[in-house]
């Protein structure tokens, strides 16, 4: 039964409120066994469960009913908090479209021996606000730098199994996003399409389960001078678009499968 590293950092943040709270999602553990464990190891940290928001919150705190924006519940910043709300419900314009950013809040570390990587937080803004991520980068990095934490990961018993776990540091990470309206906007305003945006497009297919991981067909085979391809690749984006949770387009897989097919091989 393997450790999950990133929950365990994310619960000792959260213990120690440099988060308010933190989100535990089922669907991210292949093992009950694994997330039971984990579920157990945040209560001995004293946070408190809240079953809701599509997986569980852990905190400290007993007030977090005042909040109903799951981002000022996880203590997002305002701005980002705002950009979120604006990006789930497509109230942007086409220049913010073109202007997202995914800041990311990760650690580098070392668990018996193996240098690794692991994830705090992701957030979606307009604009790049990386400076409102830096307070928490910086008390992450203090925080596990003392005794405290060291000790308690250098010998950190899991399962009967004792693991030695080093914090390297937390960094952010910070990257131009390409979403799906950009390239629909594009594509409508006849603009080519670079590498980066079909190389996008392959992305967004394999993740609705569309292509396999390694079939390059659009990738390779997609002519923008081709009308039929331009109509077929508008026709998916603008599906997946309409299905941001992956809540339809499995009852109309088969369909849109046998349309890449048709149209690219």
């Keep these: 039964m393997k450790i999950h590293i990133d929950y365990l950092i994310n619960g000792i943040l959260t213990c120690e409120r440099i988060r308010p709270a933190m989100l535990l999602q089922i669907v991210d553990f292949r093992s009950k066994s694994v997330c039971d464990k984990t579920i157990d190891e945040l209560h001995n940290?004293?946070?408190?469960?809240?079953?809701?928001?599509?997986?569980?919150?852990?905190?400290?705190?007993?007030?977090?009913?005042?909040?109903?924006?799951?981002?000022?519940?996880?203590?997002?910043?305002?701005?980002?908090?705002?950009?979120?709300?604006?990006?789930?419900?497509?109230?942007?314009?086409?220049?913010?479209?073109?202007?997202?950013?995914?800041?990311?809040?990760?650690?580098?570390?070392?668990?018996?021996?193996?240098?690794?990587?692991?994830?705090?937080?992701?957030?979606?803004?307009?604009?790049?606000?990386?400076?409102?991520?830096y307070d928490i980068v910086e008390k992450s990095n203090e925080l596990l730098k003392t005794n405290k934490y060291k000790n308690f990961l250098n010998n950190y018993s899991y399962n009967g199994k004792v693991y030695h776990i080093e914090i390297i540091?937390?960094?952010?990470?910070i990257e131009k996003t390409i979403t799906i309206e950009s390239i629909i906007n594009k594509m409508k305003n006849y603009e080519l399409l670079n590498e980066n945006d079909i190389y996008t497009i392959s992305n967004f297919l394999y993740n609705y389960n569309?292509?396999?991981?390694?079939?390059?067909?659009?990738?390779?085979?997609?002519?923008?001078?081709?009308?039929?391809?331009?109509?077929?690749?508008?026709?998916?984006?603008?599906?997946?678009?309409?299905?941001?949770?992956?809540?339809?387009?499995?009852e109309h897989e088969d369909e849109l499968i046998n349309m890449i097919n048709t149209c690219f091989l």
């Design 45 to 133: 940290f004293g946070l408190i469960a809240i079953e809701n928001y599509g997986g569980i919150i852990f905190s400290k705190s007993e007030t977090l009913s005042k909040y109903t924006d799951i981002g000022e519940i996880l203590g997002y910043p305002e701005e980002c908090i705002i950009d979120f709300n604006k990006i789930v419900n497509y109230n942007l314009t086409d220049k913010e479209y073109e202007n997202m950013y995914s800041i990311s809040l990760t650690f580098n570390y070392i668990i018996n021996g193996d240098k690794q990587v692991g994830e705090i937080l992701v957030n979606r803004c307009i604009g790049n606000k990386e400076e409102l991520f």
């Design 169 to 173: 540091n937390f960094e952010l990470n």
């Design 210 to 250: 569309l292509i396999d991981e390694d079939n390059k067909i659009i990738y390779n085979k997609f002519d923008q001078k081709n009308p039929n391809h331009i109509s077929v690749i508008l026709t998916l984006l603008l599906f997946i678009k309409d299905d941001p949770y992956y809540k339809t387009t499995p």
